[in-house]
């Protein structure tokens, strides 16, 4: 979309990334397919980098390999949960 | 990553969301990353969802305590300026003369063509006419209307009968709305012009330039009326939510979901009505869009107002509603 941007992830696919503030899902109200979302705790202090993920992107990448908490994606050298 | 978002959910933004992570993240995921030391950033987005039971009386009331600063302001700007106390307050009392005059001329207007109206509808009403002997025995074989219109009518005495001639009396009489009527329906009518223009205090104290009003069809979905209204004003985006995800028991029915943002180069006042399922109900959300210099992209890109003004409203203010900030990067 024209008015939005593609971050090129350094693996070469672009993945396209939201950033948001902890209420976002709350605001909207859904609850997740699986784990959960974020919440205003996350990114405060010394947290590690949380990310959500969209089902379409789990399944692209992941195949249908059942949730796990935990599981890190490397950006930029940094690691995110 | 800590969790997945249900299947179909891609974000509010234009742009299919793959990943959601926090602001804080921004920064250290993005190099040269000016999020934090930018005011002014573009492609930062607010979003507001009214809170359920969030009343439009309540929303008004909270803007009317901004209206009261804008007010106040006035008044001061107009002292500074050198206007003497008796001038600004003459014009106050103009102001409310004229509303009040206003008024109470259209609800005495009002009041006749409901008098008259009252007397033809008396007028064509045939009297009960019921000259038998009732002896009131306990017993009414026949229950119901007959039963009742020989209870009403009896006894047939004296008195009923100086009512009718009292009201054959008054159809041949011109009916002259008494003072003491006048000043009812003028005061009535000063209360409601009075609370009318409270109602409409908010939108002028906002610098709102257009106000878009939307009635949904029954049956149909909102945003499909919704559509062509908006399409009318020069909003650089929309988004359109129709959340086939929405549960059923958060506004109604699935599908349905009142959520609506408007991103527009000036502020606009959107009002759905009765938008949400079961319950007539008006929803109002401002859009507080502007657009600073040259459109980022093709299309244009509409910041929302940076993040300390929007802290700084919500929590001045204190709406009455949940909201949420979403950088599309």
């Known amino acids: 979309m024209p008015a939005d941007f593609v971050i090129d992830s350094p693996s070469g696919q672009p993945v396209a990334i939201s950033f948001v503030s902890g209420n976002y899902f709350p605001v909207i109200g859904i609850t997740p397919f699986a784990g959960r979302f974020l919440n205003p705790d996350d990114g405060k202090g010394d947290a590690p980098l949380s990310c959500v993920a969209s089902d379409r992107f789990w399944r692209e990448r992941f195949g249908n390999a059942p949730f796990q908490a935990g599981r890190h994606i490397v950006w930029n050298g940094r690691s995110v949960a | ?329």
């Open chain 2, 1 to 329: 990553m800590i969790g997945v978002a249900p299947g179909g959910f891609s974000g509010l933004g234009g742009i299919k969301t793959e990943m959601w992570c926090t602001l804080s993240a921004h920064s250290e995921m993005i190099p040269g990353s000016r999020v934090r030391s930018e005011r002014y950033v573009s492609a930062v987005r607010l979003y507001v969802r009214l809170r359920r039971g969030a009343s439009q009386g309540a929303l008004l009331s909270e803007w009317q305590a901004p209206h009261r600063q804008v007010r106040q302001r006035e008044i001061e700007i107009r002292f500074a300026l050198g206007a003497q106390q008796r001038h600004v307050i003459s014009q106050l009392l103009t102001e409310n003369a004229l509303l009040a005059a206003f008024g109470a001329t259209g609800a005495i207007a009002i009041g006749r063509l409901a008098r008259e109206a009252l007397g033809r509808w008396s007028a064509s009403t045939p009297d009960l006419q019921f000259t038998g002997n009732i002896q009131s025995t306990g017993r009414c074989r026949r229950p119901g209307l007959g039963c009742i219109a020989v209870l009403w009518g009896a006894p047939d005495s004296q008195a009923s009968a100086s009512r009718l001639q009292a009201r054959e009396a008054t159809k041949r009489t011109p009916r002259v709305p008494e003072r003491s009527q006048l000043f009812f329906f003028a005061v009535i009518g000063v209360i409601l012009t009075q609370s009318l223009w409270r109602r409409l205090e908010p939108q002028v104290a906002f610098p709102i330039k257009q106000i878009i009003e939307v009635s949904p069809s029954a049956g149909r979905h909102p945003f499909r009326d919704l559509s062509p209204a908006l399409a009318r004003l020069k909003i650089v985006r929309r988004h359109f939510l129709p959340y086939p995800w929405a549960q059923a028991s958060d506004y109604g029915a699935p599908k349905r979901w009142p959520f609506h943002l408007v991103e527009s180069r000036r502020p606009i006042l959107l009002r759905i009505h009765g938008l949400s399922v079961g319950a007539r109900e008006t929803l109002e959300s401002q859009g507080t869009g502007y657009s600073r210099g040259k459109p980022d992209c093709g299309t244009g890109v509409v910041a929302a107002p940076p993040i300390p003004l929007v802290s700084n409203y919500t929590q001045r203010h204190g709406m009455t509603a949940d909201a949420s900030l979403s950088l599309v990067w």
